[in-house]
T-cell receptor, first 116, second 107 residues
Framework: EPEVTQTPSHQVTQMGQEVILRCVPI?????FYWYRQILGQKVEFLVS????????KSEIFDDQFSVERPDGSNFTLKIRSTKLEDSAMYFC??????????????FGNGTRLTVT | QKEVEQNSGPLSVPEGAIASLNCTYS??????FFWYRQYSGKSPELIMF????GDKEDGRFTAQLNKASQYVSLLIRDSQPSDSATYLC???????FGTGTRLTIIP
């Protein structure tokens, strides 16, 4: 079964450094998403991306975050200057459609980001 | 008001019993809902989705949607220890998840 893959599985960085989290969505999916989950808390929506543009973003997704689809397969999340509170599990997801009731989000295994 | 609300639990159910998980939502415009299961330290995995009023069954799982009352529920029959996880309710159009209900099946 096709799956969303994320790399790395664990990233440790120092405060103030830039990090790039990488994702390869399912190949025939058109919509891509990033979520984060701080330890012990809920899964929070960050951003959705379609047709090389951000289609929706949450309040969390401020100027320090950016997303990009640099080629035909990768989808990346960049955090420009990491803060301690950015420590979380980051999940990439993809879906065939946006509003289709039968188009669920498929999640990758996540990247655990630790900012020290 | 949160868009999707769940009782965070924990909910403990004896093995073999029925586990009942509930979710309410605030936006009447929400049409479809998904239930995901998340094991500790893992990513959410889809269990099932529902978009029509009434019940939808898939194996041991039954999702129920009541649009008039704005709630969604998930029933797990013949609960197994492997069902112990956090269950997340999601409003598809809003891309938002509830806080999740932690379910523990007691052998």
């Amino acid at each position: 079964e096709p799956e969303v893959t994320q790399t790395p599985s664990h990233q440790v960085t120092q405060m103030g450094q830039e990090v790039i989290l990488r994702c390869v969505p399912i190949s025939n999916h058109l919509y891509f998403y990033w979520y984060r989950q701080i330890l012990g808390q809920k899964v929070e929506f960050l951003v959705s991306f379609y047709n090389n543009e951000i289609s929706e973003k949450s309040e969390i997704f401020d100027d320090q975050f950016s997303v990009e689809r640099p080629d035909g397969s990768n989808f990346t999340l960049k955090i420009r200057s990491t803060k301690l509170e950015d420590s979380a599990m980051y999940f990439c997801a993809s879906s065939e459609g946006r509003y289709s009731y039968n188009s669920p989000l498929h999640f990758g295994n996540g990247t655990r980001l630790t900012v020290t | 008001q949160k868009e999707v609300e769940q009782n965070s639990g924990p909910l403990s159910v004896p093995e073999g019993a029925i586990a009942s998980l509930n979710c309410t939502y605030s936006d009447r415009g929400s049409q479809s809902f998904f239930w995901y299961r998340q094991y500790s330290g893992k990513s959410p995995e889809l269990i099932m989705f529902i978009y029509s009023n009434g019940d939808k069954e898939d194996g041991r799982f039954t999702a129920q949607l009541n649009k008039a009352s704005q709630y969604v529920s998930l029933l797990i029959r013949d609960s197994q220890p492997s069902d112990s996880a956090t269950y997340l309710c999601a409003a598809r159009e809003k891309l938002t998840f509830g806080t999740g209900t932690r379910l523990t099946i007691i052998p």
